[in-house]
């Protein structure tokens, strides 16, 4: 692996830089493998991973040593090797996601510098494809909401795909320019921008990006960084908190970019308490503090994290909410055999009843107002006369109903229901939600002669298994 001579120069002199152990874990090829785990879906990750042990060769036991554990996050884990998380039927059901371990840093900002008890509202600026918000959706009080973004529509989908899998009942994605969200002053309690940058950090992990970088296009990232700052601002709260971060090493695109922030806005620069020696705290001329993570010195990738407290006074909001519209009691009492509906509003959106917390449907009117609504809160499924075809989401959602019927599947047939073909099981007739080691996959129809597969077909598992999908 050849790093470009230009960005090794630009980092000579930077805070915790040491050229050789740079180049030397790039040029090592050595690679680190980490998930984490959805508390929402696997209380403890014993309960886990004994089931998925027992099930499937590829993750060891070493998981549950501690020294695999991710110090800065508490749902996180180094895996031995990387396993095949395709044909891993709990990666489908949403019991963890894979995602690189610096990276879940974003947790120390919030842990020390959010009130995580309140019910809050945050924003996920540059959320595609969701590591940071199944990561921010697990650390919030019931009650909360997060607001997803993914200003790229191509790459929407994957992040709802991935909020879906999550369960993440409390919140909505957009698909919005960055500008957008000006009109919502005040808004948030929290703002996440883990903005897109020139990728330096993720070299070891993808070599070929190595071929895109260039000063250019550092400089570039920088612009593109501060206008997406400068367009978000007005919607974080008075005594909010901006989380900033990049994937880059270049200061361009971190302290530069701080310290833009602290002469720019009213800003108080909060310092983090790092549970790692190898986390290598900096200070920006201007006395931001940031938080630079080198391959050579943690076990993650290339990563910068830094955390500020808003002063500015918000302006009065402009927005003007959009009416909801919510079912009935009468319409809603059927869809208690599906679902646990205490504190649920339901409201009709296109075909679909959509299913929210219930002191958020006012956030949900007022987003509709000045944003692209992707998805929100949990779909439930289409009514059709006194019938109801339960959507992906309902059978994702931790609040499914436990009296709704359950057929457990073995790992083949897990395999072929995730691979939307046919299998055949003896069970009752009607829906029934399919799980694997206790998680629910998805749903099945069972009619008398056949059963239909309705797992989502944009999602299926396109590889043949090592043995042509029936691995064990
Ligand atoms: C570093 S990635 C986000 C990764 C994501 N937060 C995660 O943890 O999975 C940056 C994202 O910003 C988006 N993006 C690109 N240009 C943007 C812009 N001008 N404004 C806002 N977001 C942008 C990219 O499409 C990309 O999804």
Not at 375 to 386: C, F, K, M, N, Y
Not at 430 to 437: I, N, Y
Request: charged letters at 20%.
């Amino acid at each position: 692996m050849k790093l470009p001579e230009a960005l090794l120069r630009s980092l000579e002199g930077l805070p915790g830089y040491d050229h050789d152990a740079f180049v030397q874990v790039h040029e090592s090829g050595a690679q680190v493998t980490s998930i984490r785990l959805n508390p929402a879906k696997s209380q403890a990750p014993g309960v886990l991973f004994q089931d998925l042990r027992s099930k499937i060769s590829d993750l060891r036991s070493e998981i549950l040593d501690p020294a695999s554990r991710i110090p800065w996050s508490r749902y996180g884990y180094y895996l031995p090797e990387r396993p095949s998380f395709t044909f891993d039927p709990l990666f489908h059901a949403g019991a963890y996601y894979v995602q690189e371990a610096s990276s879940m840093f974003v947790e120390q900002a919030l842990a020390q510098h959010a009130d995580l008890s309140a019910r809050l509202r945050v924003l996920d600026l540059c959320a595609a494809p969701g590591g940071k918000s199944t990561h921010l959706q697990s650390l919030l009080a019931p009650g909360s909401l997060l607001v997803s973004n993914e200003v790229i529509k191509a790459r929407a989908g994957i992040l709802s795909e991935n909020l879906t899998k999550w369960g993440a009942g409390n919140s909505i994605v957009t698909s919005n320019d960055p500008a957008h969200f000006a009109k919502l002053e005040g808004f948030f309690d929290v703002i996440v921008v883990d903005a897109p940058c020139s990728g330096s950090g993720l070299f070891r992990r993808d070599p070929d990006a190595i071929a895109e970088w260039s000063p250019a296009n550092v400089q570039l990232c920088q612009g593109r960084q501060q206008r997406i700052l400068a367009d978000v601002w007005p919607a974080l709260k008075e005594g909010g908190l901006l989380v900033y971060s990049t994937c880059s090493y270049s200061a361009e695109e971190d302290e530069v970019i701080l310290d833009w922030l602290t002469t720019t806005f009213q800003v108080v620069p909060l310092q983090l308490q790092c549970p790692d020696a190898g986390i290598v705290e900096v200070r920006s001329p201007e006395g931001a503090w940031g938080y630079r993570f080198y391959p050579d010195k943690i076990r993650g990738e290339g990563f910068f994290l830094a955390a500020f407290r808003k002063l500015d006074v918000a302006a009065a909001p402009r927005y003007k909410p959009k009416g909801a519209d919510l079912l009935s009691a009468k319409e809603t009492a059927p869809l208690e055999k599906w679902m646990d509906t205490e504190g649920l509003k339901f409201v009709r959106h296109g075909s679909r009843v959509l299913a929210l917390p219930e002191d958020r449907v006012s956030d949900f009117s007022i987003l509709q107002s000045a944003l692209y609504i992707q998805q929100a809160g949990t779909a439930v499924g289409e009514p059709i006369r006194d019938k109801l075809v339960p959507d992906h989401a309902l059978a994702m959602s931790p609040r499914v109903g436990g009296a709704v019927p359950r057929v457990e599947l073995s790992y083949p047939d897990a395999i072929r229901f995730l691979q939307r073909q046919d299998f055949h099981i003896d069970t009752e007739r009607g829906w029934q939600l399919v799980t694997f080691a206790g998680a629910p996959l998805g749903w099945i129809n069972a009619l008398p002669n056949r059963i239909n597969n309705y797992y989502p077909r944009e999602w299926r598992i396109r590889a043949q298994g090592p043995s042509g999908g029936t691995q064990t």
